[in-house]
């Protein structure tokens, strides 16, 4: 698109699309939202930076192919499953690690395989978006 206003806006639109998804990974494991919906999200951010910049620009931008992106989204993901084994759980049942408390009201923060699996959900759902939309671009 050869629009200057496009292409200005788009710089912004994209940096404040781009924190609302990790804003929206980093909630989902408490509150609504989580690695699916913070992934369309980010994968909103390249389409729209493609769409502003060109797709040659948005490639360089991603710096990897989506598809590398997707499986290592999904190894990050088969990963937070098999943890649950080294506790003698079932498969993907969620482990979690308090720090400064023992619950979720008096801890600080936590460390939890739930989050690992979000963002390997985030990973797999930004690659498969954005491939889906390069192979778009490249059939016109």
Known sequence: MNSIIFSAGARILVALLFIFSLFMLLRGHHLPGGGFIGGLLG????????????????????????????AVGLGIALVAGFVAFFFGQPF?????????????????FSLNTVLVFDI?????????????????????
């Open 92 to 108: 993907f049942t969620g482990q979690w690690y308090w720090v400064g408390g023992d619950s979720y009201e008096t801890s600080i």
């Open 120 to 140: 390997g959900v985030y990973l797999v759902v930004l690659g498969s978006i954005l491939s889906i939309a390069y192979a778009f671009e490249e059939e016109t």
């Open 43 to 70: 994968a909103v951010a390249f389409i729209v930076y493609s769409l502003a910049c060109g797709p040659a620009e948005a490639k360089a931008a991603l710096r990897a192919s989506p598809e590398g992106i997707a």
